[in-house]
C-alpha cells in the first residue's frame, strides 16, 4: 500500500471555478511528487443541493485539467450505509442526543445567548415536550454530538487532542496544531433532512480510502479539530492535514460558485488553455 494517498472532494452544487482547480492541483501534485494516490470523492449526501450535472462538468473540468484519478469515484450519496454504521457505534455509547429545534429556533437561541451560536447549539436537546412525544408525533429531529459526553469518554486524551499541519492555518498555525473540537459546539452528525453530516461522511470516507494526507483549502481549517475528534471517537486513523491559501480576485474576494466569468467552463470557452491555467496558478508545466 503507498504510502501517500490524499483527494479531492467537491460537493457537485455548481460549477468549479479557479479556487477548485487550485486546490484539486495542489493535491494532484502533491500525490504525484510522492509518487502516491489521488482519490476523487463526490460529497453528494445533500441531495436537493447536489446535481448530476455538476457531478458530470466536475470530471470533465479535472480531465481538461490533465488529472487522473482512482476509479471507480466514491460517491457519498451511494454509501449512506457506512455513514449510519458509524453514526451508531457513537449513539451505542451516549455520545448523541436528538434536538427537535427548528433553524429559526435555534437561531433566536443563538442571538440571545452570551457565548454566541457554537454555544447556543450546544445546551442540550431544549425540550418543550417529552422526547417521547415528540417521537410519537414524528417530529424529525438532527443527532448531534455532547462535547461533554466526548470529553467523559475519553478523559485527559479529549484535551491532548492535536493534529499535524504540514501546511498552514489562516493564522499561520504549523506543526503539531491543538484540535479544541469544543470550540464548535455540539456538532451535529445526522441532518435531519439528510440523515448523515459533513463532518461523519468525511471521517469516514477518509479511513475507508486510506487517505493519509488530507489536502485542502484554509477555510476548512476548523473542521480539521472537530474531525480529529470523530478521528479519535470512532478509532480511525490519523491523516496529516495540508491546509493551502484561499485564492481571491482582484478586489481580495474569495472565489465562490456564483462566480460565472471564474468558471473553468467560462475559462475554457474564453480560450484559456489547461497550461497557461496551470503557470498562472503557479504550477510547473505537466
Ligand atoms: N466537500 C467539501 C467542499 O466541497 C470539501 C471537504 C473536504 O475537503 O474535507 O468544500
Redesign the pocket.
Known amino acids: 500500500m503507498p504510502s501517500f494517498a490524499t483527494?479531492f472532494?467537491?460537493?457537485p452544487t455548481g460549477r468549479l471555478h479557479r479556487g477548485h482547480a487550485f486546490s484539486a492541483l495542489t493535491a494532484w501534485e502533491a500525490a504525484r511528487t510522492a509518487g502516491g494516490r489521488f482519490v476523487l470523492r463526490i460529497?453528494d449526501i445533500d441531495c436537493a443541493r447536489c446535481r448530476p450535472e455538476h457531478e458530470a462538468t466536475i470530471l470533465e473540468d479535472l480531465a481538461w485539467l490533465g488529472l487522473s484519478w482512482e476509479r471507480p469515484v466514491r460517491r457519498q450519496s451511494e454509501h449512506m450505509a457506512d455513514y449510519h454504521q458509524a453514526l451508531e457505534r457513537l449513539r451505542g455509547r451516549g455520545l448523541l442526543y436528538r434536538d427537535f429545534r427548528s433553524r429559526r429556533e435555534i437561531a433566536q437561541a443563538a442571538a440571545s445567548a452570551p457565548h454566541g451560536f457554537a454555544a447556543a447549539a450546544s445546551a442540550g436537546p431544549h425540550l418543550p415536550q417529552s422526547e417521547a412525544a415528540l417521537l410519537a408525533e414524528g417530529r424529525p429531529f438532527a443527532w448531534r454530538l455532547s462535547m461533554a459526553a466526548a470529553r467523559c469518554e475519553l478523559g485527559p486524551a479529549f484535551d491532548a487532542l492535536s493534529f499535524t499541519e504540514q501546511g498552514a492555518g489562516p493564522a499561520g498555525e504549523h506543526g503539531l496544531v491543538p484540535a479544541r473540537p469544543e470550540v464548535a459546539g455540539d456538532i451535529v452528525l445526522a441532518r435531519k433532512d439528510v440523515g448523515v453530516a459533513?463532518h461523519l461522511a468525511?471521517v469516514v470516507d477518509d479511513a475507508l480510502q486510506a487517505i493519509t494526507h488530507?489536502i485542502?483549502g484554509q477555510?476548512?481549517f476548523e473542521?480539521s479539530g472537530v474531525q480529529r475528534l470523530l478521528q479519535a471517537l470512532l478509532r480511525l486513523p490519523e491523516p496529516v492535514y495540508r491546509h493551502h491559501r484561499l485564492l481571491t480576485d482582484a478586489g481580495g474576494r474569495r472565489f465562490a460558485k456564483r462566480d460565472r466569468a471564474q468558471t473553468l467552463q467560462e475559462l475554457r470557452a474564453a480560450g484559456v488553455t489547461p497550461a497557461q491555467l496551470r503557470a498562472e496558478l503557479g504550477f510547473p508545466p505537466l
Open positions: 483527494r472532494a467537491p460537493s460529497e459533513y468525511v488530507v485542502r477555510d476548512l473542521a
